[in-house]
């Protein structure tokens, strides 16, 4: 059955119980929860993340039948800024915390940069810095696995992590349970690969399949050289069938969150993905 999901912050802003209410008037029974960008009536920083908070959402969340499937945390692990990669691994530990209250299943990051600035570079995709990547990672799993919470990296190929080899040489460096994968294919591609993006897929499932936990789907095009997305799924290039076939095959009951909508195009997307899936 098809748990499909979309990420809070594409939603519009309301208050709070009135947006979750929304997730659900829409049609998605599970959602992807970035505080600091979904919720604007209250404070969400890291200092303001306690149990009261988290146990009022759960409940709220609960009232609407909506799952949170990830509770997004995208700082960079791999900063050369040693007082600021303090201060995030912190903040994680905070996201930690708060899911294990929340009832979430993933505190979700992508696999950052070895610069202050969070962006591409060719040192992101050398030993070094994978390596960086690791070190940083390393105790955040730690006090996951404390917490009982589990951490979702998530391949990006601007970033370290930026291939399912690089992916299975995370997960088997730091060896843990509480490791899992969020596989955003599209993240994967860029100009010289997508036209192989089945083959990237396969790659994905070969070698991550057992630590996949959580799905994320949008569609792209080529323009200017450059992968473009923000389109209603069904209207780019992505091969959706390929992915699910994967999907109803190995992944029963996982999370399928839609990224990158919008209120014009959200409802033809998320029809088009349940036809998708239904035919695949």
């Not at 947006?19 to 979904?38: E, M, R, S, V, Y």
């Not at 009536?41 to 039948?65: C, H, I, Q, W």
């Not at 100009?191 to 790659?203: A, F, T």
Request: glycine letters at 6%.
């Amino acid at each position: 059955m098809l748990q499909l999901g979309i990420r809070g912050h594409d939603v519009p802003k309301a208050p709070v119980e009135d947006w979750i209410k929304n997730i659900a008037d829409w049609g998605f029974c599970c959602t992807q929860l970035a505080l600091p960008k979904a919720i604007q009536d209250f404070n969400t920083s890291p200092s303001a993340m306690t149990s009261g908070m988290a146990l009022y959402l759960k409940r709220v969340f609960a009232e609407n039948k909506v799952n949170v499937s990830v509770l997004g945390c995208y700082h960079n692990l791999a900063t050369p800024d040693k007082e600021a990669l303090k201060k995030t691994q912190e903040i994680y530990k905070a996201h930690i915390r708060f899911a294990s209250l929340l009832g979430c299943g993933l505190v979700g990051t992508e696999t950052g940069a070895v610069n202050v600035e969070y962006k591409y570079c060719p040192e992101n995709h050398t030993d070094d810095a994978l390596k960086t990547f690791i070190d940083g990672l390393f105790p955040v799993v730690e006090y996951a696995e404390k917490m009982g919470v589990c951490i979702g990296i998530e391949p990006v190929w601007n970033h370290i992590m930026y291939n399912p080899v690089q992916t299975r040489k995370v997960l088997d460096a730091v060896n843990s349970p509480n490791l899992r994968v969020i596989l955003d294919s599209i993240n994967l591609f860029n100009k010289d690969n997508e036209s192989h993006g089945n083959d990237i897929v396969d790659e994905a499932f070969e070698l991550l399949e057992p630590d996949i936990d959580v799905i994320h789907i949008k569609d792209y095009v080529v323009k200017d050289e450059k992968i473009f997305t923000g389109i209603p799924v069904g209207t780019g290039n992505f091969d959706l069938s390929h992915l699910f076939k994967h999907i109803k095959a190995k992944k029963p009951f996982i999370n399928v969150l839609l990224e990158d909508s919008r209120p014009d195009n959200v409802f033809q997307s998320r029809e088009y993905i349940k036809n998708c899936y239904e035919n695949a």
